[in-house]
């Protein structure tokens, strides 16, 4: 069942791919569907659904920990990538 869940999902995938959809609709609609199957993989395959919340807390937790440190970096060189930059700290000082 999980496998033939898997490959709707997958194949559906590709059929999203063929279809004329802007670029940034695509990847949302890949991204819930990638969502999707990790799900699935992560409760049947590695057998977190019939887990305790003993072990499922500290999982969702690091998750959303390593989610939260990567943001953060990106967004700490989103000046690089968009041009803006920050003001001088010493400026004041040299002044």
């Known amino acids: 069942m999980v496998f033939g869940a898997l490959l709707v999902l997958t194949l559906t995938t590709v059929g999203v791919s063929y279809l004329n959809l802007p670029e940034t609709e695509t990847v949302i609609v890949a991204l819930v569907i990638a969502t ?5 993989v992560a409760m ?16 969702a937790l690091t998750a959303f920990l390593f989610v939260a440190l990567l943001s953060s970096l990106l967004m700490s060189e989103a000046d690089h990538l ?8 010493f400026q004041s000082i040299r002044d």
């Open 44 to 59: 049947f395959f590695m057998h977190l659904k019939g887990e305790r919340p003993m072990v499922t807390w500290p999982l």
């Open 82 to 89: 968009f041009g803006a930059r920050f003001q001088d700290s």
């Open 36 to 40: 999707m199957k990790a799900s699935l």
